[in-house]
């Protein structure tokens, strides 16, 4: 089952029962488009302003919806930038009590810093937020660090795609066959993907009509 919303993830949220997923894999805007003083960074979306006045609401809000609808576990994509670090470091307080686990992505390639001695930010994390009180993997043993060697792919107009081999190892290593994974944040459609490569059910939401088109035809060419 492949099901894919274009609608704010919110409004779609609220119309979702308790408990009618099993995960959620989601990698939300960053916020990069905020500034601060003189400066700020260009969004990496060609359809979407990521500059939002109350990330950290906005998060929880989110994120209140997403253990509501979800059976087991949220794994919730953030990197700490100049432009949202308050705010991540806060959403981590404010889930300290269901926050169950932090994996560690960290890159090969990546981009440096653009100032001399500055320290090159290489490092993501994906909170394994729960209801419940363990999170457990599909192995005897199981990890929560990820190395990637490669930078994801590049399509025209979203420069923020999750790299693949990120949502194929929560994919792979957290969900079960045939289970219900969302994607609030959709994007170019990577956990769709995933889930098509590994027999999950998937549910995509998405703001952008335009990425929605995009998410479609990149999970039926995966399916096909």
Not at 66 to 77: D, E
Not at 119 to 130: D, F, H, K, Q, T
Not at 187 to 213: A, D, M, P, Q, W
Request: overall charge neutral.
């Amino acid at each position: 089952m492949i099901q894919i919303i274009n609608d704010d993830c919110l409004n779609a949220l609220k119309k979702m029962p308790d408990n009618s997923v099993d995960y959620v894999l989601t990698s939300p805007p960053y916020n990069v488009g905020r500034k601060r003083h003189y400066k700020s960074e260009p969004s990496k979306y060609e359809h979407f302003e990521d500059a939002n006045p109350n990330y950290l609401q906005w998060s929880i809000n989110i994120i209140d919806e997403l253990l509501r609808v979800t059976n087991n576990h949220i794994f919730w994509n953030i990197q700490s930038r100049w432009t949202n670090k308050i705010d991540v470091y806060k959403l981590i307080g404010h889930y300290s009590d269901k926050i169950l686990q932090n994996f560690i992505w960290t890159k090969e390639s990546f981009t440096p810093a653009s100032e001399r001695y500055a320290i090159s930010n290489a490092v993501e994390y994906i909170l394994g937020i729960s209801n419940q009180t363990r999170i457990k993997g599909n192995n005897i043993f199981n990890k929560n660090h990820i190395h990637t060697m490669t930078k994801p792919e590049r399509i025209k107009g979203h420069n923020a795609v999750m790299n693949q081999q990120i949502s194929d190892f929560f994919i792979e290593n957290f969900t079960k066959k045939n289970e219900i994974v969302l994607d609030p944040f959709m994007g170019s459609g990577t956990t769709g993907i995933s889930c098509v490569k590994n027999n999950r059910s998937f549910i995509g939401i998405e703001l952008s009509s335009e990425y929605c088109e995009t998410a479609e035809k990149r999970i039926n060419e995966a399916n096909n």
